[in-house]
């Protein structure tokens, strides 16, 4: 059992308008985003703010037990509801991430808490895959204000998935673009259009 976890809830507030349902070739951004992780995974969970509204989608939504906890908070509750013992973590606008990047990420979980991609010197840790049992250890960072999902590798298990492994499967390192602002938007939509699309 493998289940995927994408994060919903975030602000968007340098995007100006919520990220999840942004148009992104002809549906909400979200659904294309969990359209596309459907094949590769048993189980999906999305998590979302506490009013937050989103399309039907096949998978079990969950809402943030406080709002705006940042990342740590969304991986915690995610990985709650989960049924698998790992959870890969994306977020609503990783529409470019790869499925070999993916498998590769997963093939190196057992004997680790944490797998987390590096990626021109800046860990990844929302394209990273994480183990149940660092639930405690999250609960514990957000009853202490540490909203930063690093704070928890040096603590835990973790591999380091170095650059050049990821170039190997992700020459361009795609699947770490994300869509902060308007004009990420605009790039992303033009990518796409332009062809930097997932195989399959």
């Known amino acids: 059992m493998l289940s995927a976890i994408i994060l919903a809830g975030g602000r968007s507030s340098r995007m100006g308008t919520p990220k999840a349902l942004l148009p ?5 951004l979200i659904v294309h985003i969990v359209r596309r992780l459907q094949p590769l995974f048993d189980d999906l969970v999305v998590v979302a703010a506490p009013d937050q509204l989103l399309p039907f989608m096949p998978v079990r939504v969950v809402h943030d037990d406080v709002a705006y906890q940042g990342p740590v908070g969304g991986i915690c509750y995610g990985l709650q509801a989960a049924a698998g013992e790992f959870g890969f973590v994306a977020s609503c606008d990783s529409a470019f991430v790869s499925p070999a990047l993916i498998s590769y990420l997963l093939s190196l979980r057992d004997d680790w808490d944490v797998v987390v991609p590096r990626w021109e010197d800046r860990l990844q840790p929302l394209l990273a895959v994480y183990r149940k049992t660092v639930v405690p250890h999250l609960q514990r960072q957000l009853a202490s204000g540490e909203l ?15 650059e050049d492994e990821i170039r190997r499967l992700d020459p361009d390192g795609e699947s770490f673009f994300n869509m902060n602002r308007p004009e990420d938007y605009a790039e992303a939509l ?5 062809g930097s699309r997932w195989p399959g």
């Open 24 to 28: 992104f070739d002809n549906e909400p």
């Open 148 to 162: 930063r999902p690093v704070h928890l590798f040096d603590k835990v298990r973790t591999r380091y998935v170095a």
């Open 190 to 194: 033009k990518r796409w259009t332009g």
